[in-house]
Every structure is written in structure tokens, then in C-alpha cells.
């Protein structure tokens, strides 16, 4: 199996900084493009930021300018650094992974979710 950890969410004013991070373990034999999506209450989950294996970067709209997303593929990790964080960035922030197992089984992976809150 294979499973995401996100980490580094947290309450923060608006204007501050956050950097999450999502690492995968298991039994991975690869790991392809690799996600940042967030849902706020009442609201659809969105896609934030995506990352391919060789670190090509695209971003929402609303990311753009703000957010930078990065992977270290020797640790499985992924990370978001959110700068200029403002309310309507509250969300559980999820990470996921095209992974390509062992025994050639791919399939994708999500993360549990952690909690960012932008607020005074």
C-alpha cells in the first residue's frame, strides 16, 4: 500500500506564511505528477498546484504569484509554500499522488487533509 502525510497546517494571520508538506511511503516504485487541491466548507475541492516528476509547475489562478510548489523525489515529498495567505484561503488542503506501485499496479493516492486558517 501506499499512503500521503500531509503536515504544517495551522491557524495564521492574513498576509503570513505557511509551507505544507506531503510525504508518500510504501511500496512505491515511482511517483508521476504529484497535486496540491483544497476545499473549503461549502465549497467544491479545487485543484491548487500540480508538480510533475520533473518539476514542471502549474498553478490556479488564484495561487499565481503567491504559492510555489516543489517535490524532493528522493524523499517522496512534495511541498507548498503559501506567502500573501488570505481568508479566502482557508481550507483543508489535500495532497495527491500518481504513484506507480511495486508489482506495476499505478494508481492514485490521497492525503488525509490538513487544516490552513487564515484569519486575525
Known amino acids: 500500500q501506499v499512503q500521503l502525510v500531509e503536515s504544517g497546517g495551522g491557524l495564521v494571520q492574513p498576509g503570513g506564511s505557511l509551507r505544507l508538506s506531503c510525504t508518500a511511503s510504501?511500496?512505491?516504485?515511482?511517483?508521476?505528477?504529484m497535486n496540491w487541491y483544497r476545499q473549503a466548507p461549502g465549497k467544491q475541492r479545487e485543484l491548487v498546484a500540480s508538480?510533475?516528476?520533473?518539476?514542471?509547475?502549474n498553478y490556479a489562478d488564484s495561487a499565481k504569484g503567491r504559492f510555489t510548489i516543489s517535490r524532493d523525489n528522493a524523499k517522496n515529498t512534495m511541498y507548498l509554500q503559501m506567502n500573501s495567505l488570505k481568508s479566502e484561503d482557508t481550507a483543508v488542503y489535500y495532497c495527491?499522488?500518481?504513484?506507480?506501485?511495486?508489482?506495476?499496479?499505478?494508481?492514485?493516492?490521497w492525503g488525509q487533509g490538513t487544516q490552513v486558517t487564515v484569519s486575525s
Open positions: 510504501g511500496s512505491i516504485f515511482t511517483i508521476y505528477d
Open positions: 508538480i510533475t516528476s520533473g518539476g514542471t509547475t
Open positions: 495527491k499522488a500518481d504513484v506507480l506501485r511495486l508489482g506495476r499496479l499505478r494508481a492514485f493516492y
